[in-house]
């Protein structure tokens, strides 16, 4: 059964148009969705978008475009909120874009925030964890993290656009990774057709 919430962090890896494109999906398809930005994420949106999320006055239109009342801001160093407790129901969390930082402190139980925290607790209640790093290329501790992730039960979904689907816009590229994230958190998804499916 679904609860209809999904926890959404972002991180300092390049890719801040994922997390844009991921976020206005995932607030159309749950109820809540809870959002954890670290404060590179901040840093790397404005490098990237001219853009960002402003954690002080958060607002969602001005960084997607539209205001989405059901995404909620949380403080990353507040322990005392939901998806900090494992007693929170939910439906899992996307880490997108995923900083190798971020992967590391995960893989190695560094609970110190509430993105590591909350995906510690995603990872001992067997809920989805979705990891979507961006680096390249990866070194042999990057590689064997992101194997401890995955042996702990975690997607490892990197930032791999296809070029398949012949994308014409960067936007369409972009989506060929959100697209797969949103189907890793089981929402039919309508920016890329399934290979060989008619519409
Ligand atoms: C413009 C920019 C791009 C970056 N791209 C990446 C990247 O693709 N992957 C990565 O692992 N780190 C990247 N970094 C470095 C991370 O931001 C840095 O390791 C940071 O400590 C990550 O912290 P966080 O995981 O708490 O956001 C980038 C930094 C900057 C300023």
């Known amino acids: 059964m679904t609860t209809g919430?999904?926890?959404?962090?972002?991180?300092?890896?390049?890719?801040?148009v994922y997390a844009q494109r991921f976020l206005?999906?995932?607030?159309?398809?749950?109820?809540?969705?809870?959002?954890?930005?670290s404060t590179n994420a901040i840093d790397v949106a404005m490098t990237e978008l001219g853009v960002a999320p402003n954690k002080k006055a958060f607002r969602t239109d001005e960084w997607l475009g539209e205001s989405y009342a059901n995404i909620h801001l949380l403080?990353?160093?507040?322990?005392?909120?939901?998806?900090?407790s494992g007693s929170f129901r939910h439906d899992g969390m996307v880490i997108v874009p995923c900083s190798m930082g971020?992967?590391?402190?995960?893989a190695n139980g560094?609970?110190?925030?509430?993105?590591?925290?909350?995906?510690?607790?995603?990872?001992?209640?067997?809920?989805?964890?979705v990891?979507?790093?961006?680096e390249m290329p990866w070194n042999l501790i990057m590689l064997r993290n992101l194997t401890t992730l995955a042996e702990a039960g975690a997607t490892i979904l990197p930032a791999c656009p296809a070029w398949y689907t012949k994308p014409k816009l960067l936007e369409d590229l972009a989506d060929t990774v959100v697209?797969?994230?949103?189907q890793s958190v089981g929402v039919e998804q309508k920016l890329q057709a399934q290979w060989m499916v008619e519409d």
């Open 131 to 134: 990891v979507v790093p961006r």
């Open 179 to 182: 697209a797969r994230i949103l």
């Open 75 to 84: 403080d990353d160093k507040d322990f005392f909120t939901p998806p900090a």
């Open 102 to 106: 971020t992967v590391g402190r995960i």
């Open 24 to 37: 206005r999906q995932a607030a159309r398809a749950f109820e809540d969705v809870y959002l954890i930005l």
């Open 5 to 16: 919430k999904l926890v959404v962090g972002v991180t300092g890896a390049s890719g801040a």
């Open 110 to 129: 560094v609970s110190d925030n509430l993105m590591t925290r909350c995906a510690d607790v995603c990872l001992k209640e067997k809920r989805p964890l």
